[in-house]
């Protein structure tokens, strides 16, 4: 249940960051509601496997330079996992669009990381 909750915050923070974020575009299934609704958490399933398999390889090997940035490399860190996202979404029919790199990617990893944070304070988790 917990990794659901984590795809629909995820496709809720991709959300905010579209409309935001003039570069970054997500073409729907469909023209209507339930496929953009479909869409979005697609895409917002690839951000969450991504994040999951991809960043901890790429965040442990920046490591020196992480810290060399007292960790501002981190943002660039999360850009690159939204622009893989982007590219993996080329293969199906929901596709993540990033115009620019360097403005948009960074603007939109910063609005995907506030409002996620943002939501995870809302959400119940079991940890103890």
């Known amino acids: 249940m917990s990794f659901l909750i984590r795809v629909i915050v995820?496709?809720?923070a991709l959300a905010v960051a579209v409309w935001i974020v003039p570069g970054i575009h997500i073409d729907a299934v469909g023209d209507d509601t339930l496929?953009?609704?479909?869409s979005y958490l697609v895409v917002g399933l690839i951000f969450g496997l991504v994040n999951a398999l991809v960043r901890?390889?790429?965040s442990l090997?920046?490591?020196p330079i992480t810290c060399l940035t007292l960790g501002l490399f981190t943002i660039v860190v999360n850009a690159l996992m939204l622009a893989l996202t982007g590219w993996l979404t080329r293969f199906i029919p929901a596709e993540l669009i990033i115009d620019h790199f360097w403005w948009d990617a960074i603007a939109g990893t910063i609005i995907i990381s506030i409002v996620s944070a943002v939501l995870g304070l809302f959400v119940s988790s079991d940890r103890r």
């Open 10 to 12: 995820n496709a809720l």
């Open 35 to 38: 496929g953009l609704v479909v």
């Open 56 to 58: 901890p390889i790429v």
């Open 61 to 63: 090997l920046s490591l």
